[in-house]
Nanobody, 124 residues
């Protein structure tokens, strides 16, 4: 069973940076693509970024492209989201997700395993 645990969230000011980490502490035998999603209470879950199993292919939501960078270290069963130039509208709970497929997707429904999330709050 894949078990995803996020960390690195916090309270920062607009313009600051944060790096989120997602560790798979469970079954690591599959070639899984991974992604980050975010959600604000009362709103739908929103795609942020995705990365293929090899790490060679990435995809970003237009709202974060150029500011966020997704990466992974398969040897450490870890994925990252480097967030720079944070904006007020980036405030959300960020969750990592994994799918039983090597190719990434931007759709939440395509992901099989989810972490509980980490809160990111950006203040003015």
């Amino acid at each position: 069973q894949v078990q995803l645990v996020e960390s690195g969230g916090g309270l920062v000011q607009a313009g600051d940076s944060l790096r989120l980490t997602c560790v798979n502490s469970g079954d690591t035998s599959g070639n899984f693509a991974k992604a980050w999603f975010r959600q604000v209470p009362g709103k739908e879950r929103e795609f942020v970024a995705a990365i293929s199993y090899s790490g060679q292919t990435t995809n970003y939501a237009p709202s974060v492209k150029g500011r966020f960078t997704i990466s992974r270290e398969n040897a450490k069963n870890t994925m990252y989201l480097q967030m720079n130039s944070l904006k007020l509208e980036d405030t959300a709970i960020y969750s990592c997700a994994s799918r039983q497929h090597p190719f990434m997707s931007t759709k939440a429904i395509d992901y099989d395993f989810w972490g509980r999330g980490t809160q990111v709050t950006v203040s003015a």
